[in-house]
């Protein structure tokens, strides 16, 4: 990425936003993701309803809140409500897109935020594990994906331990263990590239490459065998509007997108 005027970090933000439509409604965390939907709102997507695990439906956030809990996420907020109420909005099949993160990740899209190793009580790393996101994961229509620093300790063939169902096993294994038919992972978004799934094997397939990047650098970093695209498309830099948002408008601060 050198001589770029973006950061991978603002690259990765971009690709995200630009997979939100308008007239949706997401479910998001902090960092990367919330920001991504602020970015969306404030450019294609002015209908975007944003919703927080902590009771915040359809704020007008000022600025980046930095936890789901901030006072931001009720600033002239549609309702202020309760975290139970925000999942029984999800069950109801109100919320299109829940955004999160993770530590590993496989190729049907399961996530990991827990732990690493074989023993869950004595593991070599503990994370802080699920909050909402498994209900996230279970609940909306669609999971979108953050994971940046794309490498095989990441994308792993088989995560240590699944924090947010993705396809489980592949096709038929969520319905299988009771959750609701046509939901589940439909983008991840890498400092390397943009994956969808594959319609019928529910595999991560690759759908568009960062600039610079090529099919072979994304089989590399990753530890399982991916899906390809009959047509690979590269991922549109930021605009200058792009960063101006998010650097004076979403985080003035410079707290995940430092100041240049």
């Known amino acids: ?30 960092g990367l993701p919330l920001a991504a939907a602020m970015l969306a709102q404030k450019t294609h997507a002015p209908n975007l309803l944003i919703v927080f695990e902590a009771g915040g439906v359809a704020p007008q956030l000022p600025t980046l809140p930095i936890s789901v809990g901030d006072s931001r996420t009720i600033h002239k907020a549609l309702m202020c ?15 299109d897109y829940a955004f999160l993160g993770g530590a590993q990740i496989d190729k049907y899209g399961n996530l990991n935020s827990t732990m690493i190793g074989d023993n869950y009580e004595q593991p070599k790393v503990r994370f802080p594990g699920s909050g ?6 279970s609940l ?53 590239c943009l994956f969808d799934f594959h319609p019928e094997t529910k595999i991560m397939r690759l759908k568009a490459l960062h600039p610079g990047i090529t099919e072979e650098d994304v089989k590399k970093a990753t530890g399982f065998e991916i899906e390809v695209a009959s047509s690979i498309e590269t991922n549109t830099p930021p605009t200058a509007e792009d960063l101006r948002i998010l650097h004076e408008v979403i985080d003035p601060t410079g707290r995940i997108f430092p100041k240049k």
């Open 1 to 30: 990425m050198s001589g770029r005027e973006y950061t991978l970090r603002e690259l990765m933000t971009v690709v995200a936003a630009r997979q939100m439509e308008d007239n949706k409604a997401v479910a998001v965390g902090t």
């Open 81 to 95: 409500t309760t975290l139970i109420d925000i999942m029984d909005m999800m069950r109801r099949g109100y919320i």
């Open 140 to 192: 909306a229509w669609e999971t979108m994906i953050i994971m940046d620093r794309h490498g095989p300790r990441r994308f792993v063939e088989n995560v240590d331990f699944i924090t947010t169902p993705g396809y489980l096993d592949g096709p038929g294994s969520r319905e299988g263990w009771g959750l609701s038919p046509g939901t589940g992972p439909s983008r991840v978004v890498t400092d390397l």
């Open 132 to 137: 909402g996101a498994n209900d996230f994961g």
